[in-house]
C-alpha cells in the first residue's frame, strides 16, 4: 500500500514563495540542494551491489536498462544516451525506456504513468531476456508503470533495481537491489523535478560511470573510448594523446587521424 504522507508530496519547510525575493528564492532552493549529497552519500552501500550487479551481466552480454515516467524517465534517457559517446558503447548497451515514449521526452503524456502493463511491452521490444538488469526511477516510488515493469522483470528471472526518493515505498519492494533516496519536501511543495530529480541524477551519474570503469572503457583517469563526433572531443583525444605518450600536437594528430580512437592509438605505441 502507498503511504498517507510519501516523502516526496511533504509541505515544503518555506512559505509564502510568491512573496519572497528573487535572492531568498534562490538561497532557499539552494540550502535545499546542500542536503542531497549527503543522502547519497548514505546509500552508496546499496549502490555498490547494484553495480557489481550491473557489472557481472554486462560481461556475459546482458545489458542495462533504465525504466521510468516524466523527469524520472527523462532523467534515465539522458543517462542511456550520453553512454555511447562517453565510452564508445553500442546504444543497444545502455537504454533508457520513458512511459508514453519518445513523445514524452519533451511533453506529458496524458496518463502514461498510469499504465502497470505498458513498461514490460516496451521492454519486450528491446527482446529483453534474463541476462538484462532492469532500473525503475520514480520519484514517489510508486508509479504503476514502473512498479509493474519492475514485477514482470523479477518474474522473468531478470535483475531489478529501484531509485525513489520515499521510504519504503512500493517500486521497493519488486527490486533486487533498492535504493531511496528520502531527500524530504521540496522547496516548491511537491516538486520532484528538483531535488529528487538532482538525487536520482547524482545515482546514475554513479552507476553508468563506475560501471564502465568496471568493464574497461576509462584508462587513468581518460575517457578513452569516447566517440570523436565533434572537434571539442578531437581536440581532448590529441590532448590525451600528447600527454600519455609525450609527444607533440602535430604527431598526436597524426596518430589520431590514423587510428581513428585515442585508445587505438594508445594500444599501438604503447
Not at 502497470?116 to 508503470?145: C, F, M, R
Not at 605518450?245 to 596518430?255: F, G, H, K, P, S
Given at each position: 500500500?502507498?503511504?498517507?504522507?510519501?516523502?516526496?508530496?511533504?509541505?515544503?519547510?518555506?512559505?509564502?514563495?510568491?512573496?519572497?525575493?528573487?535572492?531568498?528564492?534562490?538561497?532557499?532552493?539552494?540550502?535545499?540542494?546542500?542536503?542531497?549529497?549527503?543522502?547519497?552519500?548514505?546509500?552508496?552501500?546499496?549502490?555498490?551491489?547494484?553495480?557489481?550487479?550491473?557489472?557481472?551481466?554486462?560481461?556475459?552480454?546482458?545489458?542495462?536498462?533504465?525504466?521510468?515516467?516524466?523527469?524520472?524517465?527523462?532523467?534515465g534517457v539522458l543517462d542511456a544516451s550520453e553512454c555511447p559517446?562517453?565510452?564508445?558503447?553500442?546504444?543497444?548497451?545502455?537504454?533508457?525506456?520513458?512511459?508514453?515514449?519518445?513523445?514524452?521526452?519533451?511533453?506529458?503524456?496524458?496518463?502514461?504513468?498510469?499504465?502497470?502493463?505498458?513498461?514490460?511491452?516496451?521492454?519486450?521490444?528491446?527482446?529483453?531476456?534474463?541476462?538484462?538488469?532492469?532500473?525503475?526511477?520514480?520519484?514517489?516510488?510508486?508509479?504503476?508503470?514502473?512498479?509493474?515493469?519492475?514485477?514482470?522483470?523479477?518474474?522473468?528471472?531478470?535483475?531489478?533495481?529501484?531509485?525513489?526518493?520515499?521510504?519504503?515505498?512500493?517500486?521497493?519492494?519488486?527490486?533486487d537491489y533498492p535504493i531511496e533516496l528520502v531527500v524530504g519536501?521540496?522547496?516548491?511543495?511537491?516538486?520532484?523535478?528538483?531535488?529528487?530529480?538532482?538525487?536520482?541524477?547524482?545515482?546514475?551519474?554513479?552507476?553508468?560511470?563506475?560501471?564502465?570503469?568496471?568493464?574497461?572503457?576509462?584508462?587513468?583517469?581518460?575517457?578513452?573510448?569516447?566517440?570523436?563526433?565533434?572537434?571539442?572531443?578531437?581536440?581532448?583525444?590529441?590532448?590525451?594523446?600528447?600527454?600519455?605518450?609525450?609527444?607533440?600536437?602535430?604527431?598526436?594528430?597524426?596518430?589520431?587521424?590514423?587510428?581513428?580512437?585515442?585508445?587505438?592509438?594508445?594500444?599501438?605505441?604503447?
Open positions: 500500500m502507498k503511504k498517507d504522507n510519501p516523502d516526496t508530496e511533504k509541505e515544503s519547510h518555506y512559505s509564502n514563495l510568491d512573496q519572497m525575493s528573487t535572492e531568498e528564492i534562490l538561497k532557499g532552493i539552494n540550502a535545499e540542494d546542500k542536503k542531497v549529497a549527503n543522502v547519497v552519500e548514505q546509500q552508496i552501500p546499496k549502490i555498490e551491489p547494484l553495480i557489481h550487479a550491473i557489472v557481472r551481466q554486462l560481461k556475459l552480454g546482458g545489458r542495462l536498462f533504465y525504466i521510468g515516467a516524466g523527469t524520472s524517465g527523462r532523467i559517446p562517453t565510452f564508445g558503447v553500442s546504444d543497444n548497451v545502455v537504454i533508457g525506456i520513458i512511459a508514453g515514449g519518445e513523445t514524452a521526452i519533451r511533453k506529458a503524456v496524458e496518463n502514461a504513468e498510469d499504465d502497470a502493463n505498458q513498461a514490460w511491452e516496451d521492454l519486450k521490444k528491446h527482446a529483453i531476456s534474463s541476462a538484462d538488469v532492469v532500473i525503475g526511477i520514480a520519484a514517489s516510488g510508486n508509479t504503476p508503470y514502473v512498479i509493474g515493469g519492475l514485477k514482470k522483470a523479477r518474474e522473468n528471472n531478470c535483475i531489478t533495481g529501484s531509485i525513489s526518493c520515499n521510504s519504503d515505498c512500493l517500486i521497493s519492494k519488486e527490486a519536501p521540496e522547496f516548491l511543495t511537491g516538486s520532484t523535478r528538483m531535488k529528487a530529480g538532482t538525487s536520482q541524477k547524482l545515482v546514475l551519474n554513479m552507476i553508468s560511470t563506475a560501471v564502465m570503469i568496471q568493464l574497461g572503457k576509462v584508462k587513468g583517469n581518460k575517457m578513452v573510448d569516447m566517440q570523436l563526433s565533434n572537434e571539442k572531443l578531437v581536440n581532448r583525444g590529441i590532448k590525451m594523446i600528447m600527454d600519455e605518450l609525450a609527444i607533440d600536437e602535430q604527431q598526436a594528430v597524426d596518430l589520431l587521424k590514423k587510428y581513428k580512437s585515442v585508445r587505438a592509438v594508445l594500444t599501438k605505441m604503447k
